[in-house]
């Protein structure tokens, strides 16, 4: 379903294309407990094997991004396909307050600029 | 309507087979001829539509299938559940935006080439969608 792994100060996820919704629940209880327990200060979320993201990935991935700010730590969403970013432009879709970088390069760079971690 | 094409039905009792469904809508609308946007536009649909019967209704079927008269899919999705009250505000654009009834609707609807809903209060619903290979 998903990996999470630490880098450095950050945690690093990524999410499975087959990711259910009782997954995305699974994963945003872990990388809750996983950022407090590491006092972690930024969080990757890396979507590039995700072949879709509905109402329902995107509503999950504002949730996580809400929820890891609450605990002092920012999420950036990475990799999105181009044709996912096509159908989440068609259907309305909207990645509202979710930080956003093209891949995990660029997403440890933008965290770097948002929280100042060592990485 | 006679058809050689694949026909796929998927029960949806729980949110695993939102992702069956929408990996066997992608799968044929690749063997169509699609194009990989095209395909991602209709597995997402799919899957509004699959959550739609999951959230909403408790239960349903979704069956995917090839348009015997030209190169499309027809995706039909059926449930038993309580039915869409005000369609025209199911389908209206801001409110997918909410969490209620007819999430994700509208975005199916924009991008389907043929879009039908038939809703009876109390007995249930079946929306029919079609996109053809352009």
Known sequence: MSVVAKHGDLLYVTLDDDIGDHDMQTLLERLSAMTIRHKSRGVIL??????VIDSFGCRMLQTITTVLRIHGARAVVCGVRPAVAFAMVQLALRLEDVETALDFEDAVQLLHVLTRAHV | MSDAGPRVRV???SDHEIVHARKAGREIAQQLGFS???QVLIATAISELARNIVLHAGGGAIEISTVSSRPGIAIVAT???PGIRDVELALQDGYSTGIGLGLGLPGARRISDEFMIETRVGHGTSIFFRKYVP
Request: no cysteine; charged share 35%; aromatic share 0%.
């Open chain 2, 36 to 38: 990989t946007t095209d």
């Open chain 2, 11 to 13: 029960e949806l009792t």
């Open chain 1, 46 to 51: 890396d979507v590039s094997a995700m072949e």
């Open chain 2, 79 to 81: 449930d038993t559940g």
